[in-house]
């Protein structure tokens, strides 16, 4: 029988999918260009008003934190806010937490109070904490108050946002824009933090204590750099930081490719740059897969917990210091890392992303952003490679042959081992019984504990050069030291 050459072509795809080869060469030593890391660059941001329910009523959060504390040494840092920040109002005569009534406890609440003990529980962490204050009801005396407070009860306190996410303040009607007559622009918005940011930090007696920005726009409009033209210098000088969200939405498969990865990253370099030059860090203070809580048939699968693993890595490679993954309604969370019943697939890329940077000093690339393949070295403080981590983010849908990439490694010492992040498929999700694993340990659930016994695969090297399979869908972290 006669093969047309569509045919032909269509029978040797499988062949082709599993006979990919890369290479890579092993910098000697970090290039003068890698950006130094932040010791503990994977960070939480929990929404304002569920903060106090992941901590006092979900029996997972110290214990799924703790795992990073036990990598890097340091535990994470942690961010509060989110929408319902500018919903929310201090009460200085409160004795709860927050307060608040919703016809469903899947809801976020339209509008609550919470009281000084908001900040004492938020002292209780270990960790640094950004907490996030109410500027869209123009209230300022009410949001020095609540600053007042945090800065008196907070030892841990790293940073006060004014604000979240202010292009959408007309679709909510928020005061500060009906105040001013309906009119709210980039421009307007940077006047507006210039002027709060100043008169908040003058009313706390603290520079260096707001973290500006916080729009989820994409750059360049609404973002730092634009921001950072018009600030001067008296509000220049009570920058922390600038922060931005984002949340690169789309399927399953566009999510995890290395390639879209890449390209959403680039969208931040002028932000990131224009920020190191007026001496100021930058950090996604908010993001995640999809908003609004995420997809069920995106967020919580397997395919993100790989993209949470290479995005964390390609925004410490962009010199974004921290990325802080957010967590939304308890219960009513497709994107959550964990909850009162799971430690969900996300988690495990999460988990692998801290060990990778964990103990590094410095980060490079070792491709070039265009194919489904990545990889990425991590160097110690004296610049040498301490790991590499390679991805293969080729979608593999559980049906069929499972693909395979082969990476062929040069310039290493002579010795080598690894630890592989993988599950049964792309579509893999915990709360259908399918969880992945790293080192083939995997995390309880409920509970966040780790179970069964962390293993490392042997790598053989050969004359510096090493050869390595990770199939679709898959990481492997190589240790080099």
Aim: with cysteine; net charge negative.
């Amino acid at each position: 029988m006669m093969l047309t050459m569509q045919q032909i072509i269509w029978l040797i795809l499988p062949v082709l999918s599993q006979a990919a080869t890369v290479s890579y060469t092993i910098p000697s030593a970090a290039p003068s260009s890698a950006p130094a890391l932040d010791p503990s660059p994977v960070g939480v941001s929990f929404e304002f008003f569920a903060f106090p329910s992941y901590f006092t009523n979900v029996t997972a959060t110290t214990q799924c934190l703790r795992n990073f504390q036990s990598l890097t040494g340091q535990w994470p840092h942690i961010r509060l806010g989110g929408t319902t920040q500018d919903r929310a109002t201090y009460d200085a005569a409160s004795s709860a937490y927050v307060t608040y009534t919703v016809a469903s406890p899947a809801d976020a609440p339209a509008s609550l109070t919470f009281g000084p003990n908001y900040m004492t529980l938020a002292n209780t962490y270990p960790g640094t904490v950004i907490v996030g204050l109410n500027r869209g009801k123009d209230d300022i005396a009410n949001t020095i108050a609540a600053a007042q407070v945090a800065t008196g009860r907070m030892s841990n306190l790293r940073a006060i946002e004014l604000g979240n996410e202010p292009e959408y303040y007309p679709g909510a009607s928020q005061p500060i824009v009906t105040n001013n007559g309906g009119n709210w622009s980039p421009a307007i918005d940077a006047q507006s933090q210039n002027d709060w940011g100043v008169t908040v930090g003058k009313a706390l007696g603290r520079t260096s204590i707001i973290q500006y920005g916080n729009s989820n726009s994409a750059p360049p409009t609404w973002g730092a750099a634009e921001l950072i033209a018009v600030l001067n210098t008296t509000a220049e000088s009570y920058a922390y930081d600038y922060s931005h969200h984002n949340y690169p939405g789309g399927t399953l498969t566009s999510l995890m490719s290395h390639a879209n990865i890449v390209s959403n990253m680039n969208q931040f370099n002028a932000d990131v740059a224009a920020a190191v030059a007026i001496g100021k860090e930058y950090v996604l203070g908010e993001t995640n897969s999809v908003s609004g809580g995420g997809a069920a048939t995106v967020s919580p699968l397997f395919g993100a917990a790989l993209w949470v693993l290479d995005y964390t890595l390609r925004a410490s490679l962009t010199n974004i210091k921290r990325t802080y993954f957010h967590h939304g309604t308890v219960g009513n969370c497709q994107y959550c890392w964990w909850g009162r019943y799971t430690t969900g697939a996300p988690y495990y890329g999460a988990y692998t992303a801290v060990a990778t940077l964990a103990g590094g000093s410095y980060i490079s690339a070792l491709d070039d952003g265009s194919s489904s393949y990545a990889g990425y070295v991590i160097y110690d403080s004296a610049r040498r490679p301490l790991k590499a981590l390679l991805y293969n983010s080729d979608y593999y849908s559980g049906s069929g042959t499972r693909g395979s990439g082969t990476f062929v490694l040069s310039g290493l010492g002579t010795t080598a081992r690894a630890k592989r992040l993988t599950a049964p498929n792309s579509n893999s999700r915990v709360d259908q019984g399918s969880s992945p694993s790293f080192g083939t340990q995997q995390f309880a659930n409920g509970t966040c504990v780790p179970v069964g016994t962390e293993a490392y695969e042997s790598v053989t090297v050969s004359g510096g050069q090493a050869t390595v399979t990770v199939l679709a869908s898959e990481a492997l972290l190589v240790y080099l030291q």
